[in-house]
C-alpha cells in the first residue's frame, strides 16, 4: 500500500515514488494499479499519475496498453540505472544498492572560464557558484561532483546548508527556474593524482566523466554538473525504444 503524498509536491515526486515501489518489488504479478487507485493512494490527481506513467513508459520501465493496463518490464527493473532518467545521484547509489552518504559539501565562487563558458554559453569572467560534493555508498568515496550555475540565476546567496541530497530538488528550491531535462556526455577518463586521492583509487584507474548540461522547460541552460563515477559502485544503462 502507497503512502499518501502531499498534493504540493512536484509531479516529478510522484515519479520517483513509482520507480522505488517497483524496484522494491511492491506490485504484484509485475501489474500496477489502475490510475484511478495509485491517485486515490497518493492523494493526487489522476492526470499527475498519468504524467508520471507516460514517463515512465517512455523510458521502457512499464508498457502501458489499452484495456489491459500497466506492466512492469522486469528486465529494465533490474537494471534500475538508466542515464534516460532524471535522478540524484544519492537515489542511484541507494537504487544500485548501496547506502549513500555524503562525505562533504563546499560552496565557492569563481569565473566560469572558458571550457565552462563554452558549454554554458556565457562570458568566460561570469561569476558562477561551484558546489563540490564528494558521494559515498556503503561508506566508500563513489562519485564526485561539481555543480555549477551562475550567480545570476540563484534567488538568494547560498551555502552548503542549503543544498540539497538531489541537485534537481536544489535547482527547484534555489534556482530562477527548476530543471526539465539533462544532456549528459559521456568521456573515459583515468585517475590523476587528485582523483585517485579523493576517489580512493590506484593512480591511473579509469573512471566515468559525465557531463551534464541540465535545461530549463524555456530550454535555458540552468546548471552544468562535472561527475567522475567509480564504476564499481555505479554502472549505467541506456534504453533504445523502437519509434
Not at 515512465?56 to 493496463?69: C, P
Not at 534516460?84 to 542511484?92: C, S
Not at 549528459?184 to 593512480?203: C, K, M, S
Request: proline fraction near 5%; include cysteine.
Amino acid at each position: 500500500m502507497l503512502k499518501p503524498l502531499d498534493t504540493g509536491l512536484l509531479p516529478g515526486r510522484v515519479k520517483q515514488v513509482l520507480v522505488d515501489a517497483i524496484v522494491d518489488g511492491a506490485f504484484e504479478n509485475g501489474e500496477m494499479p489502475s490510475e484511478h487507485e495509485l491517485a486515490r493512494q497518493l492523494g493526487v490527481s489522476r492526470a499527475t499519475v498519468r504524467g508520471a506513467l507516460r514517463s515512465l513508459e517512455e523510458e521502457g520501465l512499464v508498457t502501458r496498453q489499452r484495456g489491459v493496463g500497466t506492466r512492469i518490464n522486469p528486465h529494465i527493473a533490474r537494471a534500475r540505472l538508466t542515464l534516460n532518467r532524471v535522478v540524484g545521484f544519492w537515489d542511484l547509489i541507494r537504487e544500485a544498492g548501496h547506502t549513500p552518504s555524503i562525505a562533504y559539501t563546499r560552496v565557492r565562487i569563481q569565473p566560469a572560464g572558458l571550457d565552462v563558458a563554452q558549454h554554458m554559453d556565457c562570458s568566460p569572467e561570469a561569476p558562477f557558484v561551484v558546489i563540490d560534493r564528494l558521494f559515498l555508498a556503503d561508506g566508500e568515496p563513489a562519485i564526485l561532483v561539481a555543480e555549477m550555475i551562475q550567480h545570476k540565476d540563484l534567488k538568494r546567496r547560498i551555502g552548503p546548508e542549503d543544498v540539497n541530497e538531489s541537485i534537481f530538488d536544489f535547482a527547484s528550491e534555489n534556482a530562477v527556474e527548476p530543471i526539465d531535462h539533462t544532456v549528459v556526455e559521456i568521456v573515459p577518463v583515468t585517475a590523476d593524482d587528485g582523483l585517485a586521492a579523493t576517489l580512493r583509487v590506484e593512480l591511473g584507474s579509469a573512471l566515468l566523466r559525465l557531463i551534464e548540461t541540465h535545461y530549463t522547460r524555456s530550454n535555458y541552460r540552468i546548471l552544468l554538473s562535472e561527475i567522475h563515477v567509480v564504476d564499481r559502485f555505479v554502472r549505467f544503462n541506456v534504453i533504445r525504444r523502437r519509434t
